[in-house]
């Protein structure tokens, strides 16, 4: 019959899942101590690695090699995944003797990628396996071998792929981690790999990339009058103009802020010259710097805009805080 609304579950999941998650936590925990010089040697062979870290599997293993794989290939070490049952009808045209092969089997049985391991072996590649018997065929055929074993799955039946999985991957990862870290991969590599991402936007937007240039730059001379630049502020948007000489060099800023502390003064604003009232020491930007160095600029000057002039202090562009929410670095 449906349960009750309101009746007690039969099975207690939190307690349950609490379990299966304490399962999979010990076998992660004791990988540690299994790890010994051919971790050291499977580590040193992706270093010298001329070509590409392949990974194969089959099977949950081959989900997990996808996984790894796009690891590496985030962290500055080329890489991809190959199943081992399309790799015995041709992918294995993919591998060449300057690639190693990181191959994922629990068992270290599996039919489909023992098989391929002679034509692998053949090729001059090496092999690096991840496995939890260490006399399997797998094994046997690997020139270094990582041991994944676990105590037992997280699955009651002791049967589903689960902490043994998780084991796999937190290998894989380790070794991923150890070749970055050796490799003096850095945020700016990491950047390079991800240029769609947060950090991606963060590391690799200048200001060039984003400021406004051209006509959309407002600015006037100091000559004009100070209703004249409050039309320029209002023309351009950014809620600023910059002043400026002859040779586009920067002289002074007035803000829409500016206005209103002027009127907050009680001013005559009638007759007055923007170069009257103008701020003469603006904050301003390089070109090259990052966009999110204007970011925190604006954040520790509480100001919505800058300047950005080159070397000869003249005015190339404009930014304010918007166009740099626009370019996703904030």
């Known amino acids: ?27 992660v925990r004791s990988l540690s101590a299994k790890l010994n010089d051919q971790f050291e040697k499977a580590a040193q062979s992706i270093l010298d690695c001329k070509g590409r870290v392949i990974l194969v599997g ?13 690891t590496f290939a985030s962290t500055g070490t080329p890489s991809f ?11 294995l045209g993919m591998i060449t003797a300057d690639d190693v092969v990181l191959a994922l089997s629990n068992s270290g049985q599996t039919e489909e990628l023992v098989e391929i391991l002679p034509a692998i ?6 092999i690096v396996s991840i496995t939890g018997n260490l006399q399997s065929a797998l094994a046997l055929q690997s020139d270094f071998v990582l041991d994944g074993s676990v105590a037992k799955e997280a699955c009651p039946l002791n049967l589903a792929p689960t ?3 998780t084991a796999a991957l937190a290998l894989g990862d380790a070794l991923a981690v150890v070749v970055l870290k050796a490799r003096g991969f850095s945020e700016e590599d990491f950047a390079m790999s991800h240029p769609g991402g947060s950090l991606g936007r963060k590391l690799l937007t200048h200001v060039h990339d984003i400021m406004r240039t051209g006509d959309r730059i407002p600015k006037v001379a100091p000559t004009v009058s100070l209703s004249q630049a409050i039309l320029e502020i209002t023309r351009k948007g950014l809620g600023m ?36 009232v103008m701020n ?3 904050k301003c930007m ?31 562009g404009a930014l304010n805080f918007h166009d740099l929410i626009d370019a996703k670095v904030v």
């Open 1 to 27: 019959m449906p349960q009750k609304p309101n009746a007690e579950p039969d099975h207690n999941y939190i307690e349950m899942a609490r379990e299966a998650l304490q399962i999979e936590a010990d076998a």
């Open 58 to 70: 089959v099977g949950k293993s081959g989900l997990i090699a996808k996984k790894i794989a796009a």
């Open 81 to 91: 995944f190959v199943h081992a049952t399309e790799a015995s009808h041709g992918d």
């Open 121 to 126: 072996r053949r090729r001059g590649a090496k």
């Open 163 to 165: 902490a043994s999985t």
């Open 241 to 276: 103009t910059a002043i400026v000489d002859d040779e586009q060099r920067l002289l002074g800023i007035f803000t829409d802020g500016d206005l209103r502390r002027l009127i907050e003064q009680g001013q005559d604003l009638r007759g007055l010259l923007v170069s009257e």
């Open 280 to 282: 003469r020491s603006p």
């Open 286 to 316: 390089a070109p090259e710097k990052l966009a999110v160095e204007a970011v925190r600029m604006m954040e520790v000057t509480h100001i919505n805009q800058v300047l950005v002039t080159n070397e000869h202090n003249q005015v190339v």
